[in-house]
């Protein structure tokens, strides 16, 4: 009650004042300095100041403090009232002062003064370290420095891939003089910039976390608008289990009224020329680039993914986007004259109208733009029903699109799990359906939406194998082996579940844990981050449970990453790296099709006919979607041309 009363206080002092309020950073502990650093830096960013390092042992001790470029603070004091500085100034001497010190081998973060006496910064473009240049771009200044491209050239240049970069062509002329000084090291590329993008929250109300989350709004003709549903999810971030925002579960009036808007765009959209829609899909996969930082963030928030994961989710999808550029090829027919006698035959490529997307959790960027860049350019309407773990991406993706040009009801949002995707495959003016999901999902939609007439796509789930020969090259094998399994969580079509050893797997198994080992599992937001978590608690027990039932059954378990613990995200649904030994096909870890992060071996002991019982294991499994071949050298024989 104390506390609560307290922070009544502050707000209301705050409200009366106009002061803001700047808080230090949680102390915790770190497995290096550079984390540290970086996490005491961006949260000092979110907050509103701007955090440098005052004095440095760079082995045992760090200790940081707050000023508005760094540079003065060592200089001789001087009573305030005597100074003549501006109020802005950024000569004042901040108290506030963070220490990190090593202990053993972490690296234990506290606050000594977390106090400031200056007002917070609104806007970070506000600071000088806004205008810094990044690592990639001190690269990029190199090279074209060397190709005699003049500095303003090199600005408009650098400003194509970065709209916000506010660095002058003096910051580039200093730049250039470094360089060609040979001034410029490696240790100088990594100087911290603050993300101009970040949005500070200063409010007593945000700081204590009690704001009511955002509500995910629905697209329905070109407008975005607040869902009246009494019902709600929760989007909740898989590391921290923060609620980041709420789906709403969209009405039946509501969906009525997305399908409608679809409906009544197609005629005009149809019409419409081939070459208009590729120029707003040149513009829509611009905006992508220009944002993809943005929804990268997103993506790793809401889904768990690493960033390079995330960018990767997006550049994937970017791929469709610009295939899409091509339509006016691709949809030219066909005409063959004199087919029979008098006939001639044409095939004429027709849009087939209000068309629906059901997307998975796992690629919330690229699954939605698998879907309806190509639907939409070739001529039809859409409605996307983005996954109900991570919409996030998706609104990013409409937002983009609306902004590219895209006309008032060419592309609608819905939100729901089963009443809605139930919705989609019964509406008689809904005549194609794409979806990315689980085989359960996958045979029920396939078999609704058939029944009503619809044409649909369905991408069920997968348990991919490999095949790894005696003869294949070892450090090939291994690392292509640790990316496929363990690769986004595990939560992917193209993960690669099983690996069938043809003789053992005994001279692989210490090789590969060790790998295994070394890949780094932390928030995907974070610097370095191999693995992020998996999407929700409820993922992370049926991993659990299902290696625990292999145990039982006989496999044997030679890495276990069910317990990790992540420094600062103890509440994050986080599995490291798992291997079963000695799997059989009997076994239930092995029979299921399930998103999970183990790697479970299945050994054929004998070395005769070895690679036609893999075969035959491979295509028993009914979920196995593509199999992988890692071998030396090996004739392909007819049992092998057969398969493939």
């Given at each position: 009650f104390c506390f609560l009363l307290s922070l009544m206080e502050i707000q209301s002092h705050m409200e009366e004042t106009g002061q803001l309020l700047m808080l230090p950073p949680t102390p915790g502990t770190f497995e290096d300095r550079e984390e540290l650093i970086k996490y005491v830096r961006d949260f000092g960013a979110s907050q509103g100041y701007v955090v440098t390092i005052k004095k440095s042992r760079r082995d045992r001790r760090v200790i940081l403090g707050c000023d508005r470029g760094g540079v003065y603070r060592n200089r001789r004091k001087i009573e305030e009232c005597k100074r003549k500085r501006k109020a802005s100034s950024r000569l004042i001497n901040c108290p506030f002062e963070a220490i990190g010190k090593k202990d053993d081998d972490v690296w234990v973060l506290t606050v000594k003064n977390g106090e400031h006496n200056h007002e917070a910064l609104r806007d970070m473009s506000e600071h000088p370290y806004s205008r810094r240049f990044t690592e990639e771009e001190v690269r990029q200044i190199k090279v074209m420095t060397e190709a005699g491209v003049k500095p303003r050239q090199v600005l408009k240049a650098l400003k194509q891939t970065n709209p916000e970069l506010q660095s002058t062509p003096r910051h580039l002329y200093n730049l250039k003089a470094k360089i060609r000084q040979g001034n410029v090291s490696e240790k100088s590329f990594k100087s911290w910039r603050p993300n101009r993008s970040a949005i500070i929250n200063l409010s007593a109300e945000a700081s204590t976390r009690d704001s009511c989350p955002p509500k995910v709004p629905y697209l329905i003709g070109g407008k975005f608008v607040e869902s009246q549903a009494s019902e709600m999810i929760d989007v909740v971030n898989p590391a921290t289990q923060e609620v980041v925002s709420q789906v709403p579960l969209t009405t039946c009036e509501e969906f009525k009224a997305a399908v409608g808007a679809a409906k009544q765009a197609f005629p005009l959209w149809r019409n419409t020329p081939?070459?208009?829609?590729?120029?707003?899909?040149?513009?829509?996969?611009?905006?992508?680039?220009?944002?993809?930082?943005?929804?990268?963030m997103n993506i790793a928030i809401e889904q768990g993914k690493t960033l390079n994961g995330a960018k990767g989710d997006v550049l994937r999808g970017l791929e469709v986007v610009e295939h899409a550029c091509g339509m006016a090829t691709l949809q030219m027919g066909e005409f063959v004259p004199n087919a029979s006698s008098g006939i001639d035959t044409y095939c004429i490529r027709e849009p087939l109208g209000v068309c629906a997307g059901i997307c998975l959790f796992n690629f919330p960027a690229m699954i939605s733009l698998w879907m309806f860049p190509i639907a939409i350019t070739c001529g039809n309407t859409f409605i996307l029903k983005p996954s109900e773990t991570n919409p996030g991406a998706s609104i990013i993706l409409a937002t983009l699109a609306v902004e590219a040009g895209l006309p008032d009801g060419v592309l609608n949002i819905v939100h729901g799990t089963n009443d809605i995707v139930n919705h989609i495959c019964d509406d008689d003016d809904i005549k194609a359906i794409s979806l990315v999901g689980s085989n359960t999902a996958g045979m029920h939609i396939?078999?609704?939406?058939?029944?009503?007439?619809?044409?649909?796509?369905?991408?069920?789930?997968?348990?991919?194998?490999?095949?790894?020969?005696?003869?294949?090259?070892?450090?090939?094998?291994?690392?292509?082996?640790?990316?496929?399994?363990?690769?986004?969580?595990?939560?992917?079509?193209?993960?690669?579940?099983?690996?069938?050893?043809?003789?053992?797997?005994?001279?692989?198994?210490?090789?590969?844990?060790?790998?295994?080992?070394?890949?780094?599992?932390?928030?995907?937001?974070?610097?370095?981050?191999?693995?992020?978590?998996?999407?929700?608690?409820?993922?992370?027990?049926?991993?659990?449970?299902?290696?625990?039932?292999?145990?039982?059954?006989?496999?044997?378990?030679?890495?276990?990453?069910?317990?990790?613990?992540?420094?600062?995200?103890?509440?994050?649904?986080?599995?490291?790296?798992?291997?079963?030994?000695?799997?059989?096909?009997?076994?239930?870890?092995?029979?299921?099709?399930?998103?999970?992060?183990?790697?479970?071996?299945?050994?054929?002991?004998?070395?005769?006919?070895?690679?036609?019982?893999?075969?035959?294991?491979?295509?028993?499994?009914?979920?196995?979607?593509?199999?992988?071949?890692?071998?030396?050298?090996?004739?392909?024989?007819?049992?092998?041309?057969?398969?493939?």
């Open positions: 081939v070459t208009t829609r590729q120029r707003i899909m040149f513009k829509l996969q611009e905006l992508i680039r220009r944002d993809i930082d943005k929804l990268a396939y078999a609704r939406a058939a029944a009503s007439g619809k044409r649909v796509q369905s991408n069920m789930g997968a348990k991919n194998h490999v095949v790894i020969m005696p003869d294949a090259s070892a450090d090939a094998t291994l690392d292509a082996l640790v990316a496929a399994s363990f690769g986004a969580a595990g939560q992917r079509c193209m993960t690669i579940s099983t690996a069938v050893f043809v003789g053992g797997s005994s001279p692989w198994e210490n090789e590969l844990v060790e790998r295994a080992k070394v890949l780094k599992v932390n928030a995907g937001t974070e610097a370095g981050a191999d693995l992020g978590p998996v999407i929700s608690k409820e993922a992370k027990n049926r991993i659990s449970r299902l290696v625990q039932s292999g145990i039982e059954s006989g496999a044997r378990l030679v890495l276990d990453g069910r317990h990790i613990m992540v420094p600062r995200y103890l509440n994050g649904n986080f599995v490291a790296p798992t291997i079963l030994c000695d799997v059989t096909t009997s076994m239930e870890c092995y029979k299921v099709s399930v998103f999970m992060l183990y790697l479970i071996f299945r050994c054929i002991a004998r070395l005769a006919n070895s690679l036609e019982e893999a075969i035959s294991i491979v295509n028993r499994n009914k979920y196995c979607i593509y199999p992988y071949y890692y071998y030396l050298m090996w004739p392909v024989d007819s049992s092998l041309q057969l398969f493939l």
